[in-house]
């Protein structure tokens, strides 16, 4: 086994459990905090893949700002484990039964599929700033400026919606 | 690495993001279960741009693998400004029923 697989292991293993933990804890502030870990494994896998943009952009709008917001929002409600919902343990086993049912179904199909179609980890060039960048600017400039006249919306909506009136 | 470890570890994260909004009542841990399946898509469109890499390599052109990292960025901008108006959503529910519970959110049933 090398260090590459060793990696992949250890990064799943930890995006995998700390999302468990993150729909398992009480506290909703442990729950953000856990979501936060998820990120930074999803990271790690973005770096492992070689797409240097997407894993500093997926720390700094995920990990740091939307994260943020969250636990900004937790915090201003006052939410702990005291306050959370009663919990129903029937509808919570049907859920968990629907989603593995899922998970299942998925896994299935997948192993029908016989092609073997090979990633290649640590080099590459389609994930750098350079490449990204030219791409962006010459072939998606229009969604580019759409999405700026969307954040204005989203702004001027949380605002709408969070006035006191 | 073969295709199929990132697809399965993206549909066990994208399930447990299921789970989460099944089973949990939190309005805020519902919505980062959202989050969490957003990200697990994400993931799965970086590794198969990956995949097309080589393919992309040998046509000459290097814009047919990045397209999917794009629409990565892309899905990162509109969750960004989806985040701002469902959690100003969130707080505008809890002043008015102070619950974060979605079981309370009912009155547009009858």
Same mark, same amino acid.
């Given at each position: 086994m090398n260090i590459t697989t060793l990696l992949f292991i250890l990064l799943s293993v930890m995006a995998v459990g700390s999302a468990v933990m993150m729909i398992t804890s009480k506290s909703p502030v442990h729950s953000v905090l856990w979501l936060i870990v998820v990120f930074f494994a999803i990271s790690g896998h973005y770096i492992l893949l070689n797409a240097q943009f997407l894993a500093i952009v997926n720390i700094i709008v995920?990990? *740091?700002a939307i994260m943020v917001l969250f636990l900004f929002v937790v915090m201003l409600m006052n939410l702990n484990a005291e306050t959370e919902p009663v919990k129903n343990y029937r509808l919570q086993l049907v859920g968990v039964l629907s989603g593995g049912a899922l998970l299942l179904i998925i896994i299935t199909a997948l192993n029908k599929m016989d092609v073997e179609m090979p990633i290649e980890l640590? $080099? *590459?060039? $389609? *994930?750098l700033i350079k490449v990204l960048g030219l791409n962006l600017f010459k072939n998606y400039v229009l969604p580019f400026e759409i999405s700026s006249v969307l954040f204005l919306s989203a702004m001027i909506g949380a605002v709408v919606i969070g006035k006191k009136d | 690495m073969d295709i199929k470890a990132y697809i399965i570890l993206s549909m066990v994260l994208f399930t447990i993001g299921v789970v989460g909004v099944l089973v949990r009542r939190n309005a805020i841990i519902i919505f980062m279960c959202v989050e969490l399946m957003l990200n697990a898509v994400n993931l799965l469109l970086v590794a198969f741009s990956k995949m097309h890499a080589l393919e992309a390599a040998a046509q000459a052109s290097p814009n047919l693998a990045s397209d999917a990292q794009i629409f990565v960025f892309f899905i990162m901008v509109v969750a960004a400004a989806e985040v701002s108006v469902g959690l100003a959503i969130i707080v505008m529910m809890y002043r008015n029923v102070h619950t974060v519970d979605v079981n309370f959110l009912n009155r547009l049933k009858n």
């Open positions: 995920y990990a *740091g640590k $080099t *590459g060039d $389609t *994930g | -």
